[in-house]
């Protein structure tokens, strides 16, 4: 029972911010890193991205610039 609610629900498009879209890869995803500018990368641009927009334990929003905690 449970199984067919999630996947049904998964699918669907709710109304409220519980899906994110990557700006990088175009995912629509139920969780990204994103910035109060709009900006949101998921998990796995967000790796490939680190060693450029990452300096430990923040990471700087490549749209405004703005430093975000992980
Ligand atoms: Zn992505
Ligand atoms: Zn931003």
């Known amino acids: ?9 998964y699918s669907r498009r709710r109304r409220g911010r519980k899906e994110f879209q990557c700006h990088c890869c175009r995912k629509v995803l139920p969780f990204c890193w994103n910035c109060p500018c709009g900006f949101q990368i998921c998990d796995d641009c967000f790796k490939e991205n680190l060693w450029g927009i990452s300096n430990g334990p923040t990471w700087i929003c490549p749209d405004c610039g703005r430093v975000r905690m992980m």
């Open 1 to 9: 029972m449970k199984d067919s609610d999630e996947k049904k629900s």
